[in-house]
């Protein structure tokens, strides 16, 4: 079956950090680049982080930059997101989403075809 | 960055009726060398991620019911679902990926 789970949420205090981690079954997962995407509780979707298949290309989203980081292991078909400095407006279920188009970044379509059932992070004193 | 904005918020449609909801980016996101629109359409279930339904704003995506189409050009965008079903009670979003990602606010789509 082709799937993303996600794993590694839970409550931190402000200042605290946390590692997601996405496991992905079912498909290639080193032909696909990655997203990581985030929904506030009773909120819309906030794209946070993107990766390119090998790695190579990285971008973030301003509200997280210098504070999140996002990671592969295209080996264990793992995606990552090491988050520091963690705020209560980081509060959120993240999910990780997988992008339609090739692993480049040139091939990316920046569109999200495949989700998993999201990890909740909790900041909170 | 582009901002989009849905509208209605909410709209309660009786079964069968048609549901059209509305969606507008704060530029174009019409790409002039392939003339392909950079927008996409979810739909969220409660307690589900989002699901992808359409792209290139009218490209539907595989095993979605063709009740649902999308439309629309540069900045002003619709989805409709022709037929409502009562498994459409949903959030929709829109997005574009004409640039960094970024979503509409969400339509919830209830029956009347």
């Known amino acids: 079956e082709v799937q993303l789970v996600e794993s590694g949420g839970g409550l931190v205090q402000p200042g605290g950090s946390l590692r997601l981690s996405c496991a992905a079954s079912?498909?290639?997962?080193?032909?696909?680049?990655m997203n990581w995407v985030r929904q506030a509780p009773g909120k819309g979707l906030e794209w946070v982080s993107y990766?390119?298949?090998?790695?190579?290309?990285?971008y973030y989203a301003d509200s997280v930059k210098g504070r999140f980081t996002i990671s592969r292991d295209n080996a264990k078909n793992s995606l990552y997101l090491q988050m520091n400095s963690l705020r209560d407006e980081d509060t959120a279920v993240y999910y990780c989403?997988?992008?339609?188009?090739?692993?480049?970044?040139?091939?990316?379509?920046?569109?999200?075809?495949?989700w998993g059932r999201g990890t909740l992070v909790t900041v909170s004193s | 960055d582009i901002v989009m904005t849905q509208s209605p918020d909410s709209l309660a449609v009786s079964l069968g009726e048609r549901a059209t909801i509305n969606c507008k980016s704060s530029?174009?996101?019409?790409?002039?060398?392939?003339?392909?629109?950079?927008l996409a359409w979810y739909q969220q279930k409660p307690g589900q991620p989002p699901k992808l339904l359409i792209y290139?704003?009218?490209t539907r995506e595989s095993g979605v019911p063709d009740r649902f189409s999308g439309s629309g050009s540069g900045t002003d965008f619709t989805l409709t679902i022709s037929s409502l079903q009562a498994e459409d009670v949903a959030v929709y979003y829109c997005?574009?990926?004409?640039?960094?990602?970024?979503f509409g606010p969400g339509t919830k789509v209830d029956i009347k």
């Open positions: 989403a997988r992008d339609r188009g090739g692993g480049s970044y040139d091939d990316s379509t920046w569109y999200f075809d495949l």
């Open positions: 079912g498909f290639t997962f080193s032909s696909y680049s």
């Open positions: 990766i390119s298949s090998s790695s190579s290309t990285i």
């Open positions: 530029q174009s996101v019409l790409y002039s060398s392939n003339n392909k629109n950079y």
């Open positions: 290139w704003a009218s």
């Open positions: 997005q574009q990926y004409y640039s960094t990602p970024s």
